[in-house]
């Protein structure tokens, strides 16, 4: 499923490859917001605020294709 993710502020090293900060990732069904954290190699301390979708989430939330992921 593909997912986007939107980096905000400094966490936008972590997408070298975006100036934006936005991302569209390829992860496997039933990828958790916490995995996607793994994933994308971003400590959790340096987040923040999740949102999936434009409301606020949790590490336990599942993704589905489409969501659209902000990280503050």
Request: hydrophobic share 35%; proline share 3%; charged share 30%.
């Amino acid at each position: 499923m593909v997912i986007e993710v939107r980096l905000h502020e400094k966490l936008r090293k972590y997408a070298p490859t975006s100036s934006s900060g936005i991302l569209t990732v390829d992860v496997p069904d039933e990828m958790t917001v916490r995995q996607l954290f793994q994933e994308l190699e971003i400590e959790i301390k340096q987040v923040s605020e999740v949102k999936v979708n434009n409301k606020h989430s949790y590490g336990h939330h599942k993704l589905a294709d489409g969501d659209c992921i902000d990280l503050y």
